[in-house]
């Protein structure tokens, strides 16, 4: 089956309603272009060489920098129409599928040596099932960089609203507007505590936390107003993931001997 029938039997999302409003307001706009993409370039380091997969990668903008840099990367979007600008910006040959994040996806075991869930994550109630297909598909040794958006930072749910329960996990719905299509989106808070939670259970260990400026190269008129740095504010949080080695039949009899008092 070709890729583009592939597509065509896919049930629509609800991305395809705005999808070219929200690459085209993203291609220079200041959280993706100039905040989220650079930071995670700059996570990820040299990838010469290395199998990255882009989980969520909309219109392909990442997949074009990874492969700029010399990776060979994969990428899928639970959105058809998202798959079909990736498509266009990135030409027929490159490897890209539509697939759910919360169902099992089409790559093998330990395919990748790394994985991408930038702006992602938050749309989601339940992490356990994307994390765990994510940890699947890693090698051992692997990492994952997740980036969560601006309303799931700790810090914004207090901030905005006192009376909230930080520790709640609850979602949020608000009205978007991209290149001048309104959009309706809704996003789950939840507390620094839940995620680190999540990727321990999924078998990843927290290797960095980062909050970083925008690029150097961020055009002046789109930072926001500030008497501080206007470079510098709470946005996304960005997470650094190192796949943990699962335990081998060796290890496993190893550790069986853990308490147990020797034998004379």
Request: net charge negative; with cysteine.
């Amino acid at each position: 089956m070709t890729s583009e029938a592939h597509i065509a039997e896919q049930q629509p999302d609800h991305y395809d309603s705005f999808a070219e409003a929200y690459a085209s307001a993203n291609e220079n706009g200041l959280f993706n272009r100039w905040y989220a993409r650079p930071a995670v370039l700059d996570l990820l380091g040299d990838v010469a060489g290395r199998r990255i997969l882009d989980a969520g990668c909309g219109s392909g903008p990442l997949v074009a920098d990874l492969r700029q840099r010399g990776a060979s990367v994969a990428g899928f979007d639970a959105s058809p129409a998202m798959i079909r600008l990736a498509r266009e910006r990135l030409g027929d040959d490159a490897d890209l599928k539509v697939a759910d994040l919360t169902l099992p996806l089409p790559y093998d075991n330990a395919a990748f040596d790394d994985a991408l869930a930038v702006l992602v994550l938050h749309y989601f109630e339940d992490w356990s099932g994307p994390l765990t297909e994510l940890r699947r598909i890693l090698r051992p040794g692997g990492r994952l960089v997740v980036v969560v958006v601006v309303v799931n930072h700790p810090a914004i749910t207090p901030v905005l609203n006192p009376d909230a329960d930080y520790f709640a996990t609850v979602p949020n719905t608000e009205e978007y507007d991209f290149d001048g299509v309104s959009a309706t989106l809704t996003i789950w808070y939840r507390s620094l505590s839940a995620m680190s939670e999540s990727f321990n259970a999924a078998g990843f260990r927290i290797s960095a936390i980062s909050e970083p400026p925008v690029s150097p190269d961020t055009p002046p008129e789109l930072l926001p107003p500030s008497e501080s740095d206007p470079t510098h504010f709470i946005g996304f949080i960005f997470f650094t993931l190192e796949a943990v080695p699962r335990p081998g039949p060796a290890t496993l009899a190893r550790c069986s001997w853990v308490g147990r008092e020797p034998e004379l």
